[in-house]
């Protein structure tokens, strides 16, 4: 009698009782347990579902022990009737109450508990739970081991996820914690459908943590889930060990992502021993960034990555605290795995200290490995010396290079080394490589664009530049190098500070026709705005080539405001953007709606980026408004910060606006056809835009000509000219309509049948039939599968015929869905690219015609009126007139179109201020970037004007010129003079008794500019004083005192024959330069102006001033009591001109009289008005002195010094050709820093 039979009902029962109803248990066994000495005890092995319960064998029974089966270290039976378990490392054993040669109670029990485990862990095989299985003879397991045979085969069923839910259970009951039902259900439904085998603890980080010890513990035997994330988790520490004991355990695990966990160097010292204690783990991706395990936690992680049996694919340790010693270790480990050179193919040392000596990880990156992505970004690394390591070893397979935010070399050595851009030239697979915010030096920027450029071997190249601070520097280098660089694909320049550079860098890289991809944005925030129009015009002509290939463009963040207007104005017609980012750049509502007048006619852009525009709600609406008729974009991210501002005023409106464009968004994700009757219209409105008014202008001339000649009566154009010209004549008035000709041709070949559509609908029909087939045939098969699976169930013919009908009637597929599907959705792609492909052969059709149009009339015409040249002559006067004004105007407008053609094709019409004034037509025809370009808003033009200004324009004038201003009756003292050269602190009167002292000279300026258009007639007054003919001249003086006497004089006679026609007459206004915008330089340079409008007294005195005032700086505080005492005395001095110009000069040190333009008595006032001032003049040192008392006519200027005024190099002096000095020196000209010396002490023209 067996062991089972012994248990009585009322043992049963209780045992039930005492377990509870849901405990179900598939064994009972009464066994004897030893207890002291020989002595023995009856109880009841109960074997559960995952646990092993011994109950007493009295009525009411109890729980003796119980254990779960995961802790079961051993089974042992070296006895028929005897069972020894190890549990824990403790020995319990067990007989059977049967015969002792009899085995069948022992080989039953450890049966059940073979089976309970396999049916929780049906892939695992049963040594790999159980370390130790001891059974003699071997043939009493024989059974178990067909068990696991068959669960291994897989001829059993494991469970969705393979058995997750089943081991779910199982550790909550060994963890002794509830069983969560929606863990399971996640598991069994979300992870199944999606196929993932990755399991991410952030999915149930909203239980405790206690919760998630049994979801970690279900993969240390699962098969299904390789990978193990717990990326940015706050893990407690029975969870973190129950990661690390799963690590030991098992068998499939191949990934584990532990990024900022929050790890220390402990943990990887535990981790490091369970990757060791367990061969068998297939670990490939090991990531550990963002812990704080420092160099400790590196040596301790680098002993199991040398000992790592396959090597790994995947190793992270960024922002670790790691120095050069841990990298060191690690990478000496890298290193003595022989296999890591052939698998490691990801390593990341980002945000790690390597400013020391990392021989090691050189020597590593040296060695030929299987790398294709390096991340060494702030690691404050010589990015030059990586490169010589990266030469030898990493330019087979090396496609990604992160290396932003590190140095670029020492400081002491500033040469490039050879290997930087010889690996440029050298790699056969980079594919990235970023170098942002790595200040690279100019040299390093050359060489790498040049290696590139080099490299034939590499294409579709991502370069990152960005937060590099290149500047005008790198802006010249990218200039000349970047459209050679064929390999690029993608180029982000952003954050450069390239400012006013930027528009011939985007115009180089315009050239470059491999780029796809291009990030601009943030370099135009310090640009002044009358720059910034010179820089947008280059990015619209770049996306408006025929032959652009860029499809994606990032401009944001650079606050353009309504300087992205223009560009906006371009997006209609763009034929090539996909991508546009705008966001940041406060366009407002009036580029919102710019950008929707674009948006319904664009057929290009699918992505568009707009945010933080301070757009409102109106600006919404038209965008919303727009998108309504736009077909192409399917993605707009929601304006989250501009939206945000709308809702706190109309919330409900901003809401139904944003709903608007969602839905819209939304439909343009299907795809569907859409009709190319728009886009033939388009592009029949830019050809007519541009042309009509141009052809009917040569139209209307050529036959005048032809009429002109036939009314002559003359043949020397002869008839076939004349009727090449009237058939030309015919044809452009055709050529205007041709477009829309060449749209009815599309029209009716599609209206007599479509091939292409005919085609599809052909095909539609006869999927439609290989489908049904399809389908029939797979219902024969699945009930044919079915009976024989199940032959007894479907032995009937009838049920058979039932599941047939009933299979055949779900297989049907309507034929009109396969028809959506495959003309409405396939199809509409197809035939859209066809109407594409029709509009641009018919506007190459057309507009080649249109091209040879005018032409031919221009050359005609021209060669009709040479013909006729004789005959203008007997023409009326009142008709030769006439042609001529035509001719005259014609050729000025010819002269204004080439000049905007040629420099301003990108700027739109500008209207006439006049509302009647009749447009400018232009000549030459524009070319297809102007015609397609949006004439520029009135709203945008008065908001601001001076960014519309063309770029073949002039000097542009400032704002503040048109306002009213005192009519000047005094010419300027010199030509074109610079307001940062006149010192207005200095006092005008300083200086003036020195400077007036008897016995000296002074240099004076004509009373107009050598540059100016009267300056030829200083030539007319030849006079030839000099200075030996005067009487009051030493005999001591210098060649260079008596030039610069001889020309004072000539600038006198010149004045006095010219003081007439200065004062009744006053003179026209002069061009000044650019000026600045801010308020101070429109006030330095009025009143520049206002003292330029001064008497040439006034200045002369203070040019004196200027030497005195260096000697003694602390005159300067007496400017306001001096300089009104002189206006006053220069307006007395202009009405003693007219009365006292012929007496004689006064006596001063032999000079004759200076008057330029104002009366000869002028010095004796000024000595007068200086006189009154003596007492305040700075006493003079005793040489000075001395020097008077010795010669009274030494020079006035001894210690005068004339400044620079910077535009010497430009003037030319109003003696020159004049007669020179008897002593043969030559008069000084007006070069920069000269002075005039007359003390007899030396003649020293350079200054001291």
Known sequence: MSGRNIITRELSDSIRQCLGRKVKLTLKVLVKVETRGDKTDNRVLAFASCRLFVLTAKVPTRVDQHFHYLDIQGIESRKPNQLCLTVCDRVYTYYTTHEENSSHEVDTMVLSLGTALKNIFPAVPLVHIIRKVDIQPLKRIQQLEELERATLGGTRDMGPCGGFSTQYMCMCDYHALPYREEVAWDVDTIYLSHDTRELYLHDFDYLEQKDLIPIISALEYNTWFRKLRASHSKLSHEAIERILHVVSKSLSLEEVYLDNIGAKAEFANKLSLALLSNSNIPLQKLDLSHNPLEDKGAIHISNPIGRQAKGLSHLNLSHCGLTGKGVNMLAHSLSVNKYMCQTLTFLSLAGNSLRDDVNNLYNFLAQPNALKTLDLSATECAIDAVFGALLRGCTSSLANLILSRNSFGSKKTREMLPSFKQYFTSTLALKTLTLSQCKLPADALKNVLLGLACN????????????????????????????????????????????????????????????????????????????????????????????????????????????????????????????LDISGNYMSDSGARLLAKALQINSKLQYISYDRNNVTLQGYSDIAYALQSNYSVKFMPFPVHDAMLCMKTAPERTENIMRRIQDTLYRNVSPM????????????????????????????????????????????????????????ITDADSSKQLITHLHDVVLRRDEAGNPIETKLHQLSADLHAVITNYLQDTVESMVRSAQDKCP????????????????????????????????EQAGSVILNKVNEVNLAIASTVSDRVIDEVVESLSKTCKNLQSGEGPRKRASTGTEMGSRERGSSESSSRSERSDTVSQGDDTTSQKSDPSPLATPQLASKRKSLHGRKLRPQSVVAESLDSVSELPSSCGQLQHLGKARPRRVKTRAPTRPMGRADLVEEDHDISEGVDTFFRPGSSTPTTPLISPDSENSPRLLKYGSTSSVESSPHTGGGRTGSERGSIESLTRSDSLARSESDVTRDSPRPRTKSRDTEEEDEEEEEEQSMEEKSSRSVSSLIGKLASEGVLKRSPDMSARKASTSSNISSMDDKSRSEEDCKEDSPPRKMAGLPKIGVGIGGNILAEMKMMQEKRTSFLPKDDDRDKEEKKDNPSSSLLASVRLRSTGLADSLKSPTNGFPRGSSGNKSPNCNRDSCIDTTGTGGDLGGR
């Open 456 to 579: 034939e071997n590499i294409s579709e190249v991502d370069l990152d530049l960005s937060s590099n601070q290149l500047s005008a520097t790198g802006a010249q280098i990218l200039e000349s190098c970047i459209h050679g660089v064929r390999c690029l694909a993608a180029l982000d320049i952003s954050d450069n500070g390239l400012e006013t550079q930027l528009g011939p860098v985007v115009a180089a890289i315009s050239k470059n026709k491999s780029i796809k991809k291009l990030n601009i944005g943030r370099n135009l925030n310090n640009i002044k705005s009358k720059h910034v129009y010179h820089v947008m015009e280059s990015v619209v002509q770049m996306i408006q080539e025929e032959d652009c290939v860029l499809e994606s463009l990032s401009i944001n963040d650079s606050r353009l405001k309504t300087d992205l207007h223009n560009l906006l104005n371009a997006l209609g017609s763009n034929h090539c953007l996909q991508s």
């Open 673 to 728: 056809k859409y009709s190319n009757g728009q886009a033939f219209r388009l592009q029949q409105g830019f050809l007519l835009s541009s042309t009509q008014q141009q052809v009917d202008r040569l139209v209307l001339q050529t036959g005048e000509v032809v009429r002109t000649i036939r009314r002559s009566g003359s043949d020397l154009g002869g008839s076939n000219s004349i009727q090449w010209a009237e058939g030309l």
């Open 792 to 823: 007894n169930v479907l032995s009937e013919e009838k049920v058979v015929n039932d599941v047939r009908a009933a299979c055949l009637a779900k297989s049907q597929l309507s034929s009109e869905l396969v028809e959506s599907a495959i003309v």
